[in-house]
């Protein structure tokens, strides 16, 4: 009995060291001492991450409130500001994150903050990124920022294997990082495996349910391989859980064109337009871009170039102003003088230093250049030139995923009809439709391969899918106009 | 060999650790917290999804769906469905989803993440709440705690022998067992610990009851042929056990016990039972035959309906309707050891319980105050603090605590010094004994302090000591305290038989109560057997003492053996006699019997030192009788000489010059030892000396020494004697004898004749008469006078004396001799016919010898009752 009070007296003091000793270490303390500073912008960063910009900038701003000093939360508030195009107000911010960087005693804490900065070009430690990383790859490398950091750059590099295997890694140490689902996701989605593409954001959605964001991404999976209907209710279902997450309403956009519903589509982006968070920011531009893109590549003549044409008057030095002009051009049929804008247009860039750092960057770039050349020698009625920009294109994009090749392989086969390629020009298209079984252009290119190969019979039965993918489809919709038109020039189907 | 015996030492040192009440009560300790633990565990309502997991596969597969019950919504998983998540967490690990899963509320609706054949779906799982915490549960809790409760009392009180230890067991894995006795559920950590502590007292239980049986109430035969068989009971179980653990992580199905291990487990209680049935009807003495049969009821009461309800009905063909009925009836196993263990071994066991209660409760208040305070105190040094750290919080609590505890302990004592002064007065008393204790030499003083003491503290009447009969009958005590018996009837006689009872105390060596019932007069019936003698023998001894009042006896043990006994009344008032009484009462019995082994050791010790002073002064007598020198004659050799023994002895020798020159010799024995022997020697002496001076005859001084020796002392008190008047001038010998060893006269011849004339010893009677002899000594004659330690010194073995045979042989050799070197000669030749052996008696020597004509005559003077080198060769005598 005597014995017991010295006994609990050394087990206290037993816990007590070890619980200094395992501690967990606080990162709060490490940036700043304030930890309602700390906690708004961990939620600051919750938003960020789950793209709820609005009230991220709130958490983050009263998280700067209460400590103007807490780098971290700068860092995060220029990230929001660059996705939402307001260029100064993000270089402003990386700068007063980079100026505070030094005043982070804890020298891992400095650490990581540098690696996230130098994920940024507008960060004095970008130029540094490497080091910084290995420096923390070496120090911490099962830390998050690390990994995160790893990875992204992985990709940014198109070491996809390293991206990948970096991501797995970062959800064997922590299974409930939603964010890493994401980005693995689109990994799979870049990768061609959309199975695993849409697992992976199945995940996603699963680990963060209150988040728009993985319905959208959800949605962009299925839209790629054709599973329109599906993917619009994953992006009502964001839409339901963030009204304002406008890249779901975009996507709906999407689905509407690519099912021939362009007067649809056209009314969503033009009620987007109308939208105060959006109007003048770079979501604003990326839609319309991808908009003048759509028109153009499902030939929706009008359309297109009142947009295009809208565009260039609001955005006149914008950096993809060249490209809509070329689009212009093709589309007015002035294929010489798209030619040469897309000369000029590569030559500008192949002095850009992010191209000569980036060869995935020169990839694109040549890929690009190839395809206005097919599209030009398309326009022209050259079709063997054309095929062969198109083959070549394709070769470009061998590394890249098979549905981002649809365009070449299609055009590809259109232009191997005229040239009697059928053979070739079907294993083009039964490529395409692989990945994409409801590309409207697509099965109107296998019908017509088979209507000139006398297959009359299986050229009705694709016009018959035609029918059906675009049965919701405007009446003037260019690629439902074709079928009827080369229905009326088949035989019937009993080949009368 | 050396070896063996280490590696013995070392198995015999492991198993006492193992076997050691330390350990066993830690095992108990273990059992309590984990009971505690499942009871907290099994009652937390848990959410459950209707599923078992596996825990050692890679994924949270779904092994197993279980039926829900009614009004639940069934679970849409399926066997072979592979979580991936739940509630919106990617769970990778059963761990995992077992936390999970625990943090969601029963009743709530859950997405769930499977895959199944290969295809991602999700799940809206509706929770259900579950673990034992209806009705039947309390049952089972009741029920361990009376287990624990019995078990633990039983260990205790029944010491560490094997069966109490094998009691103890199976009341700690029945416990368990009740404790645990749980629905399945997906595998949480606390589920995992609760259902394998589960597992094996379901596996162990069965061998335990066997092996339990086996040992008691006698061990069987066979056991003690082959102690092997022990262990191997517990082989199978053991083997199941390890099966079911296996499949826990490896199987393909939930872990479970199936009806073929249900057989065989009940097997084992059935052979249990056959094991304590056949104890039962094997017994002969009636009392045991009594007591056995209450235990044998009621375990049959408790096992059988186990075995139909639990184990046939509910573990073999799912049926629970009737469980309970098949659980409920075990309290009569504990309840029929529990009863057996009080009526017939520990009556304190009820008295604690009744006792203590109050004190129990304001304890327990205590604690729970002091615990609440500590948690109080100690979260606000956390939030002070403000450290999240649960390991810096446990130890800023648990600092708390130690702060505290004297506090505690403080109010704890004033609490017993408050509810139980006689405890506390008990404790000073005890206090006191201790000091006092050894200081008490005297036996009767600290039989006093005791009785006095412990009839104070412990507010009795009266109470008794006794001791064994110092007579030396083993059955027969004696009252050492009090002296005189106590002025209220009924009283104790002095002297009381307890042979038989004793047998009993000195089995146990505790106090032993005076069973009432037992001492009831009896109808007479005729013993037959050894068992029902002695218990009748008992029964007397005991209605004896119960008819005296005694009610309690406590014996005074030392080295294993009963050296007294307190003899206690009932208390006052139908009281009955508290633990902590007990326990002083055995811790005084204990201190006391050590002081009066000391007491009896100090006893022996004065009286030896006593012996020792009385032979030395006896010697000191013995030594001045004899003369300091002999007288020299011409052509005459005297030499005497007295060979001390250990004990004193009345020999002593005596030569008288008389003024008519002769000279008178005298050797005497008296009988006896010590200072009698020699104060009794010096009397004679002066007597004969007196009687030499004015006596002529040896005959008639003999004559009126008897008739003096007679009258001064009793008839057992007497001497012989030798007298013998020599004349040196014409070598004339007269002699008379009372009774002594006649001497031996020794010619040149070697003719040996002994002078034998006399009468009988001096003292013994007062008539006699006692004629003289006489002889005529010529040159080379010797003449030996001795006392009877001489013939009478006894071989090595104590089987043959020296002798007189001896004697004449060793004159006949040995006549050659002076006189000086014959009588160191004869010493030699004594020891070695002794050998290691201690001379017994003291040996007196005086010689006489007529020098042969060559030879000078000078007699060697020697000091009076010295002990000369034995070492002087018969070469070197001559």
């Known amino acids: 009995m005597k014995r017991i009070g010295p006994l609990i007296l050394v087990a206290a003091v037993v816990f007590i060291a070890a619980g200094l000793v395992l501690r967990h270490r606080d990162p709060a303390t490490a940036y700043t001492a304030d930890k309602a500073a700390w906690d708004l912008y961990d939620q600051g960063e919750f938003y960020l991450q789950a793209f709820r910009y609005r009230e991220a900038e709130q958490k983050l701003e009263q998280a700067l409130a209460l400590d103007g000093n807490l780098a971290m939360a700068h860092v995060a508030l220029a990230e929001l500001h660059y996705r939402l195009g307001r260029s100064e107000p993000s270089k402003r911010q990386y700068a007063m994150a980079d100026s505070l960087a030094g005043l982070v005693t804890d020298d891992r804490a400095r650490l990581l903050l540098e690696v996230r900065l130098s994920q940024s070009r507008s960060s004095r430690f970008f130029a540094d990124a490497d080091s910084l990383l290995a420096a923390a790859q070496a120090e911490s490398p099962d830390e998050l920022i690390v990994l995160v950091a790893q990875a992204l750059a992985a990709d940014r590099d198109r070491d996809l294997d390293l991206a990948e295997r970096t991501w797995k890694h970062i959800l064997e140490i922590n299974p409930n990082y939603a964010g890493a689902y994401n980005f693995l996701g689109y990994l799979y989605l870049g990768r061609g495996r959309y199975d695993e593409a849409e697992a992976a954001i199945r995940k996603y959605a699963f680990v963060a349910p209150d988040l728009a964001n993985p319905h959208d991404s959800l949605g962009e999976v299925l839209m790629t391989v054709g599973r329109y209907e599906e993917a619009e209710e994953e992006f009502k279902a964001a839409l339901k859980k963030q009204p304002d997450f406008f890249y779901s309403l975009r996507n709906i956009g999407r689905i509407y064109i690519e099912r021939g519903e362009v007067d649809r589509a056209l009314a969503l982006v033009d009620t987007l337009a109308t939208v105060d968070a959006i109007k003048g920011t770079a979501i604003q531009k990326e839609t319309e871009l991808d908009l003048i893109h759509r028109l153009f590549i499902h030939r929706v003549q009008a359309d297109f170039e009142s947009y295009a044409t809208r565009f260039l008057a609001t955005y006149p030095t914008d950096d993809n102003v060249p490209s809509v002009r070329i689009r212009l051009l093709l589309a007015h049929g002035e294929t010489d003088l798209a030619l040469a804008l897309l000369d000029s247009f590569r030559r500008v860039r192949e002095q850009d230093p992010q191209f000569l750092e980036s060869e995935a960057l020169r990839a694109r770039l040549r890929l690009s250049v190839s395809r206005w050349r097919g599209l030009a020698a398309e326009q022209a009625g050259d079709a063997a030139a054309a095929a062969r920009y198109f083959q070549e294109s394709l070769a470009l994009a061998r590394d890249f995923p098979p549905h981002e090749s649809l365009f070449e392989r299609i055009h590809l086969a259109y232009n191997l009809i005229p040239l009697r390629g059928y053979d070739e020009a079907r294993i083009q298209v039964r490529e395409a439709l692989t990945v994409n079984p409801r590309i409207a252009e697509g099965t109107l290119v296998a019908a017509s391969i088979e209507a000139a190969a006398g297959q009359t019979a299986e050229a009705h039965r694709l016009l018959d899918t035609v029918e059906r993918i675009l049965e919701r489809a405007d009446p003037d919709y260019p690629v439902l106009l074709d079928a009827k038109r080369l229905r009326e020039e088949l035989p019937d189907r009993d080949g009368i | ?878």
């Open chain 2, 1 to 878: 060999m050396q070896s063996d015996a280490i590696g013995e030492t070392l198995l015999e040192r492991a198993a006492r650790l193992v076997f050691s009440r330390r350990v066993f009560l830690a095992l108990g300790a273990l059992a309590v917290v984990f009971c505690g633990f499942a009871a907290v565990d099994a009652t937390k309502v848990r959410p459950n999804d209707g599923t078992v997991w596996v825990l050692g596969r890679p994924t949270v597969q779904v092994l197993e769906v279980v039926p829900r019950g009614p009004g639940i919504p069934p679970t849409p998983l399926r066997k072979g469905d592979v979580i991936t998540g739940i509630a919106n967490h990617v769970v990778t690990t059963p761990q995992e989803a077992a936390d999970v899963l625990g943090a969601q509320r029963p009743g709530a609706t859950v997405p769930y993440l499977v895959e199944r054949k290969d295809k991602a779906l999700l799940l809206d799982v509706p929770l259900s709440g579950f673990r034992v915490a209806d009705r039947s549960y309390a049952v089972n809790v009741i029920l361990a705690a009376v287990y624990l409760v019995i078990g633990t009392l039983v260990y205790l009180k029944s010491g560490n022998d094997r069966p109490a230890r094998l009691f103890f067991l199976l009341c700690l894995a029945f416990a368990i067992y009740f404790m645990t006795n749980l629905e399945r559920s997906s595998y949480f950590w606390g589920d995992i610990i609760t259902r394998n502590g589960g597992a094996f007292a379901r596996f162990m239980l069965p061998a335990l009851f066997l092996q339990f049986f086996l040992v008691f109430p006698g061990k069987k035969q066979a056991l003690a042929r082959h102690p092997y068989l022990s262990p191997l009971l517990y082989l199978l179980p053991l083997m199941f056990y390890l099966r079911f653990t296996l499949d826990q992580f490896f199987g393909d199905r939930a872990a479970h016990i199936n009806t073929v291990t249900w057989i065989i487990l009940g097997l084992y209680y059935v052979a249990g039972l056959a094991a304590l049935v056949h104890s039962y009807l094997s017994y002969r003495d009636p009392l045991l035959r009594e007591r056995v049969r209450i235990l044998t009821w009621g375990t049959l009461v408790g096992v059988l309906p186990f075995l139909v309800f639990k184990i046939g009905l509910e573990e073999i063909t799912a049926r629970t309707d009737l469980a309970q009925l098949g659980v409920i009836p075990l309290v009569a196993i504990p309840m029929s050891f529990g009863y057996c263990v009080a009526r017939y071994q520990v009556l304190q066991i009820e008295f604690l319980v009744k006792r203590s209660l109050l004190f129990s409760i304001l304890t327990g208040l205590l604690v729970l105050g002091w615990a609440i305070v500590v948690f109080w105190a100690g979260s606000q040094l956390v939030t002070l603090i403000g450290s999240a750290n649960p390991l810096i919080a446990v130890g800023v609590t648990l600092a708390v605590a130690g702060v505290l505890w004297p506090v505690r302990n403080r109010l704890q004592r004033s609490l017993e010094a408050r509810l139980y002064r006689s405890r506390a007065n008990l404790a000073v008393l005890l206090e006191q004994f201790s000091r006092e204790i050894p200081g008490l030499i005297q036996q009767q003083a600290l039989l006093d302090r005791i009785g006095r003491g412990l009839q104070e503290a412990l507010e009795l009447p009266r109470l008794w000591v006794y001791l064994p009969d110092a007579g030396g009958d083993a059955a027969t005590w004696t009252r050492a305290w009090p002296q005189a018996p106590a002025g209220v009837p009924p009283a104790l006689p002095r002297q009381i038989e307890l042979g038989a009872t004793l047998k009993t105390i000195t089995q146990r060596l505790e106090p032993f109560w005076i069973d009432l019932e037992d001492a009831l007069p009896e109808a007479q019936h005729l013993a037959i057997s050894r068992e029902q003698v002695e218990l009748a023998a008992r029964r007397r001894e005991q209605r004896q003492l119960a008819s005296a009042g005694v009610n309690l006896l406590v014996p005074l043990a030392a080295s294993g053996r009963v050296i007294g006994l307190i003899a206690l009344p009932a208390k006052p008032g139908e009281e009955a006699y508290q633990l902590h009484e007990i326990q002083l009462l055995t811790i005084v019995a204990g201190q006391t019997a050590t002081q009066l082994e000391n007491a009896r050791l100090y006893e022996e010790e004065v009286a030896k030192q006593k012996l020792e002073e009385e032979m030395r002064l006896a010697r000191e007598i013995q030594s001045r009788l004899m003369p300091a020198a002999l007288p020299t004659f011409a052509g005459i050799q005297f030499d005497a000489v007295n060979l001390s023994s250990k004990t004193v002895s009345g020999d002593y020798y005596d030569v008288i010059p008389r003024v008519d020159g002769q000279v008178a010799m005298v050797i005497a024995d008296v009988c006896g030892k010590g200072m009698p022997a020699s104060l009794l020697a010096s009397n004679l002496q002066a007597s004969l000396r007196a009687q030499c001076d004015i006596c002529d005859s040896p005959g008639d001084i003999l004559l009126r020494v008897n008739r003096q020796l007679h009258a001064a002392t009793d008839s057992r008190h007497f001497a012989t004697v030798f007298l013998a008047f020599f004349d040196p001038r014409t070598r004339r010998l007269r002699y008379s004898s009372a009774g002594h060893d006649a001497p031996v006269v020794i010619d040149a011849d070697n003719r040996i004749s002994r002078l034998a004339e006399g009468g009988l010893p001096l003292g013994a009677f007062d008539f006699g008469d006692y004629d003289e002899g006489a002889v005529e000594l010529r040159d080379g004659d010797l003449l030996l006078l001795y006392t009877d330690g001489l013939t009478e010194t006894k071989s090595p073995d104590g089987e043959d004396e020296y002798g007189t045979a001896r004697l004449d042989h060793f004159l006949r050799e040995h006549r050659h001799l002076d006189v000086g070197a014959l009588l160191p000669r004869i010493d030699q030749e004594l020891q070695l016919f002794r050998g290691r052996r201690d001379a017994e008696d003291d040996i007196t020597l005086l010689a006489l010898k007529i020098a042969p004509p060559s030879r000078s005559a000078a007699g060697s003077a020697r000091a009076a009752g010295s002990v000369f080198a034995t070492n002087i060769t018969p070469e070197e005598a001559s």
